[in-house]
């Protein structure tokens, strides 16, 4: 359980959330701030910050085997997200419908949504009882009325992978424009920014090792977008704002990190998984494994708890050192069973159960033991607790 270069008691098991900064990326970061220079200035500082905006650019290019000029510099994921998603929807005024997968992240879903509010006809793809969206289910609603189509890479939060290349195909063919969320898949799959059909595709820094606040979209040199940003013109007029160059050129040592080595990364991380999930249900026979077995983030462990709350199971294992996440939004003190959860049919009670548990780069077999070692304990409370509550339900 080695974090940040110090020994830890406590399991770090929530990598989906946001992991830690890799300490090439960390010092590319460094050694960029500690120079001054705005990369749209025209002077020698200037000329050399754009030289570090431009190498991180092209090996980002290289590294998701897109152009350079193909590469937009943003905040993150969601502003990626927002700027694929209304950009390429206002730049199609009269295209009414956008079709969006129903188990997308908020950050695609609530400017979807918020589209929706503006006019637009929002179609809202189902998925199957495992999280899979069906291409058919994709193709049949396509048409040139559709100003685009939006479904992500994987789920953050049951660890599906979507058949990608196949639906960006089928967009491709209608001629409706696709965007896919990508920020979890990066660096746990192979990611090619180039498969036909693509549009845009958004990454994030955070998830693979550079700071937060650093993020890209992919986006085709044709695809027409209008600015979420508007400003100085930067990004080829799509994302304006000053580069942050430091941000950008860890963000290239990082993401340059995350797919050459991801292939191994993968491996060691199905097998950890494996023995999570055997741990949990050898402790937990009744527990209910979420998403696809096979079709799955290599990184994810999705899981319900029948009899449980998942926040009251969270806090028991947050205090025996084990940190991980249930993914169910929590609104006014009152939390509301998850999206993805419920776009899957899974019983709002069982929903409410469940726990995610994300691997990632520093993530060991000690992890996974301290998991083992800390849960039947909670369980036993958790189901405790939940139990006057159940019976005065029913
Ligand atoms: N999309 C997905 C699938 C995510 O998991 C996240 C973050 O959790 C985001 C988008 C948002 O990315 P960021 O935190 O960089 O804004």
Same mark, same amino acid.
């Given at each position: ?22 300490? /090439? ?5 460094? /050694? ?19 030289? =570090? ?13 897109? $152009? ?58 189902? +998925? ?9 289910? =994709? ?11 939006? +479904? ?6 049951? %660890? ?57 979209? =992919? ?67 009744? +527990?209910?494994?979420? %998403? ?40 006014? %003190? +009152? ?37 083992? /070692? ?9 189901? $405790?607790?939940?139990?006057? $509550?159940? $019976?005065?339900?029913?």
């Amino acid at each position: 359980m080695q974090m940040n270069g110090a020994t830890s008691e406590r399991a770090y098991l929530d990598h989906a959330a946001t992991t830690a900064l890799l300490p /090439e990326a960390a010092e590319a970061w460094r /050694e960029t701030a500690s120079r001054v220079g705005n990369p749209s200035s025209l002077h020698a500082a200037g000329r050399a910050s754009r030289r =570090v905006v431009e190498e991180a650019r092209e090996s980002i290019a290289d590294d998701l085997r897109v $152009r350079p000029s193909e590469v937009i510099f943003t905040s993150g994921g969601t502003e990626a997200d927002n700027l694929a998603v209304k950009g390429l929807a206002w730049a199609r005024p009269n295209r009414p419908r956008i079709l969006c997968s129903a188990i997308e992240h908020h950050a695609v879903l609530d400017p979807v949504a918020w589209l929706g509010e503006q006019g637009r006809d929002i179609e809202w793809i189902p +998925v199957d009882s495992l999280g899979r969206v069906g291409p058919e289910a =994709v193709r049949e609603r396509l048409g040139d009325d559709v100003a685009l189509c939006t +479904v992500m890479w994987a789920n953050n939060e049951v %660890g599906t992978v979507q058949p990608i290349a196949e639906i960006a195909a089928a967009c491709a063919e209608a001629g409706v424009p696709f965007h896919t969320d990508a920020v979890q898949a990066i660096g746990q799959l192979p990611v090619d920014g180039s498969l036909p059909g693509l549009t845009s595709l958004a990454l994030s820094g955070h998830k693979i090792g550079a700071p937060v606040g650093t993020g890209a979209l =992919v986006l085709r040199r044709d695809a027409r977008v209008v600015p979420v940003v508007h400003g100085g013109g930067q990004e080829r007029e799509v994302r304006s704002g000053t580069l942050d160059a430091a941000g950008i050129a860890a963000l290239g040592v990082a993401l340059h990190h995350a797919v050459t080595a991801q292939a191994d990364h993968a491996a060691r991380m199905v097998a950890l998984r494996q023995d999570l999930i055997d741990g949990i249900v050898r402790l937990a026979p009744g +527990v209910i494994v979420n %998403g696809d077995r096979a079709q799955r983030l290599p990184g994810n462990v999705h899981v319900s708890f029948p009899g449980c709350e998942g926040d009251t199971l969270l806090m028991l294992l947050d205090a025996a050192g084990v940190e991980c996440s249930t993914g169910s939004a929590c609104t006014a %003190g +009152v939390p509301e069973p998850s999206h993805v959860l419920e776009a899957m049919g899974i019983d709002a009670a069982l929903a409410r159960g469940s726990l995610r548990f994300s691997l990632g780069c520093p993530s060991t077999s000690g992890d996974v033991d301290r998991v083992l /070692e800390v849960l039947p304990g909670a369980l036993e409370r958790a189901t $405790r607790a939940a139990t006057p $509550r159940l $019976r005065r339900t029913t």
